[in-house]
């Protein structure tokens, strides 16, 4: 499954599953969305080439742009928790965080709006 596909499988859970509103739907899509462009921009193509990098690597973006940062990681994390929980191995992704440096993140994770 492509990194895009995961994407509506993902906003389709939350649109059938968790009833969600068109607004978080729109704001959902935008965050993935700029994930997605970050990891391509990094020529990242498949979920499973995903590292630990890449993810800070991203993190740093949202801090120096106008986006709230903790809103979008929330999407990206909300994300790639249901892939991991997911029972399909087409939605599998590493685990390329270790719970300690998730941890440390979490202040980086501040809300900085411009």
């Not at 059938?16 to 965050?31: I, K, P």
């Not at 700029?34 to 995903?50: C, F, K, N």
């Not at 809103?71 to 719970?99: G, I, Q």
């Amino acid at each position: 499954m492509t990194p895009e596909a995961a994407v509506e499988a993902f906003l389709h859970h939350l649109t059938v599953e968790r009833g969600s509103a068109a607004n978080t739907l729109r704001s959902y899509a935008a965050d993935l969305r700029r994930y997605l462009d970050h990891l391509a921009a990094e020529g990242i193509d498949e979920l499973g080439a995903v590292r630990e990098g890449d993810i800070t690597g991203f993190v740093r973006r949202l801090r120096s742009g106008p986006v709230t940062c903790a809103a979008s990681w929330v999407s990206v994390d909300t994300w790639a928790r249901l892939l991991k929980r997911s029972r399909s191995a087409a939605l599998t992704v590493p685990k390329v965080l270790t719970c300690s440096r998730y941890t440390s993140l979490r202040p980086v994770l501040c809300f900085k709006i411009r």
